[in-house]
Structures are given as structure tokens and as C-alpha cells.
């Protein structure tokens, strides 16, 4: 398995590649389809070798190509049953932030949020705790990880390899999400992280982050 890695926008998304072909974990952006396809073709892959698209949340920067990829791969696009309803209709959705700062940031976002709506749509696949992705090539299983939106994911990989949406971000260091909808269930979700014993994490925002990074933080903020 192969992990190539696009920044799409605001959040990375992630082309993960084995012998079966492709799934694309988040689709970036509003108008990011035709970047992401155009990086897999560099990576000798057809639009149609993509078997999943899988949006850890229903938030614009991860969301936001998830229709405009399908068109483009013909592929079905999965988001957890929780988070249907953020996708359901074109305004900006942010959570509460997680410090005055990221409120009074997400304060202003929301008030603009009107410029940058979401290609609203229905998922063809609704993701559960526990759901083997086997049937579309993946050695790999659905984790919920609530907190930052109710139906936030990770996907863990039989390999270690786990990729955590905006459940932990790494962009100066390892940290929960600036915005949560439930502080409570992201604390939980990083503690169900960090019992999985994953080798490597990939967020959404910000670096890849390693085992004893993964430790030093849970060590910190438990
Ligand atoms: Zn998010
Ligand atoms: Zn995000």
C-alpha cells in the first residue's frame, strides 16, 4: 500500500494506492476533482481505478469535491450516517472552536460562509464503527471517531497505518481540532486513537505524525 499525499485547499487529501486499485481519503475542496484526478494520472492511474472516495466528515474542505470526484471516477463516495445531515445543504458548517481565538475565527467564517457553498449530496455508502473496507480492496476498517463533527472517522489499516481526519491535528504539533462539536467525545476519540496503537497517523491538517508523537501528546493532555 501507498500513501500520496495533495493539498487540496485547506486539508490534505490522501491518494491511498494498492494492488487493486485506489480510494481517495477526502476530496478537498470545492473545484480540487479535476487536481486530484490529474495527480493520479502522474501516478499511472485511470479515473476509473478509483474503487472508493472516503470523506472522514462533512465539512467543506474535505467534502467539498466529493460530488465533482464522483462525476469524474464514477466511484461512490462514503461519509458516516452522522454527518449526512452536513452535507445536506450548501452553508458553511463550523463547530464551536476549541480556544477564544478559533471562536471568533469561526465567527467571522460562518458570517462569510455564503461565498463558499458546498455541492450539497447524498452518500452512496454510510459508514459504520467496525466496517471492513475488504469489498472495495482495502485491507482496512472504519473507526468512529466523534467529537469534531458527530460522524468524524479514521480509517485504520491493517498495516498500522491509520488516517485520522481533523480527529488529531498535527500542524505545529499534535493536537485535538480547533473547532469541536462534543470536547468530550474528541477527548474520548483521541483516547480510542491512541489505544489502537496505530504505526503512523496521517490528519488532515498538518504532518504526518509517528507512534511516540502519538504517545507524548495522549501523555500530555490525559
Ligand atoms: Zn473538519
Ligand atoms: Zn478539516
Known sequence: MQVHT???????TFIVE?????MV???????QAARIVKAMRARGHSPRDVRLILVTHGH????????????LTGAPVALHRDDVRLVATPNLKIPPGRTRTTEFIGAVLRAFGWLAPIETFTPDVLLEDGQSLREFGFD???IH??????GSVSVLCDDGTLFV?????????VAFPLYWEDAAQAR???LKIHSLKPRVCYTAHGRPFDANELDAFIARVK
Open 188 to 190: 474520548a476519540s483521541a
Open 165 to 173: 481526519g481533523d480527529s488529531i491535528l498535527n500542524l505545529v504539533h
Open 25 to 31: 481519503i477526502d476530496a478537498g475542496m470545492p473545484h
Open 6 to 12: 495533495l493539498f487540496t485547499g485547506v486539508a490534505n
Open 18 to 22: 494498492n494492488h487493486n486499485g485506489v
Open 140 to 142: 482496512a476498517r472504519v
Open 145 to 150: 471517531t466523534p467529537g469534531h463533527t458527530a
Open 60 to 71: 467543506i474542505d474535505h467534502a467539498g469535491s466529493a460530488v465533482a470526484l464522483k462525476r
